[in-house]
């Protein structure tokens, strides 16, 4: 007597099931973490082009105001310049509302508490006096090696003191983004200086 067939199986077994249920999860997971790196490269990529644009602008204006690259305000008793503003350079800086602040390039797009709606500082030691040639390094004219010193970076307030150093903002993948005098832009992992030595420290003073 022949014995029937065994009957076919439909559908999924309980292991298939488990596979391909595996095989989704790692798929969704790869998926989100492309879509986070797209989109963090992306903010990248716009702060850079914020940072250059601050730059252009910053020296646009310094051939407006005698080398000077942004609005500083002098210290008459002690003639070191002790503070740095954005103000002047909406002159050279389209905006959709044509004010200084809160919307690019002054605002970075990974920032999500801008100071006074500002991402970026400006390097603090330009504020002194070059104590081997007696110049204030606040003029384009004095600056003797552009490529190692910043002049704008990510930062929580809009002036960057060596001795306040921690002002960094390292929002993009833990790093910080930074123009260069020459105009350059470099992302550096934080923490990448301590502000210790800046007076023979090349991405604070311009002249060593």
């Known amino acids: 007597m022949k014995s029937s067939p065994a009957p076919q199986q439909n559908g999924f077994s309980l292991l298939e099931l488990q596979v391909v249920i595996g095989l989704l999860a790692v798929v969704a997971v790869l998926s989100v973490m492309g879509f986070r790196y797209i989109g963090e490269n992306s903010r ?9 644009q601050l730059f ?4 646009n204006y310094s051939i407006d105001h005698q080398g000077i690259p942004c609005d500083y305000v002098e210290d008459i008793a002690t003639s070191q310049w002790k503070y740095i503003a954005y103000t002047g350079l909406e002159k050279y800086i389209t905006t959709p509302d044509g004010r200084i602040g809160y919307s690019p390039p002054y605002l970075c797009p990974a920032d999500k508490s801008p100071y006074n709606g500002f991402s970026y500082g400006f390097n603090g030691y330009l504020t ?7 110049l204030k390094l606040n003029r ?3 600056w ?11 930062a929580t307030s809009t002036i960057i003191y060596p001795n306040n150093s921690n002002r960094f903002s390292p929002r993009h993948r833990n790093g910080v983004n930074l123009i260069f005098l020459d105009g350059h832009v470099e992302w550096k992992p934080h923490p990448f200086t301590d502000g210790a030595n800046a007076r023979t420290d090349p991405l604070w003073n311009p002249n060593l």
């Open 56 to 59: 252009t602008a910053c020296m």
């Open 144 to 154: 003797q090696k552009k490529s190692t010193t910043y002049l704008l970076a990510d």
């Open 44 to 52: 990248l990529v716009r702060c850079t082009n914020n940072l250059k």
């Open 128 to 134: 002194r006096v070059d104590s081997a040639t007696g």
């Open 140 to 142: 384009v004219a004095c």
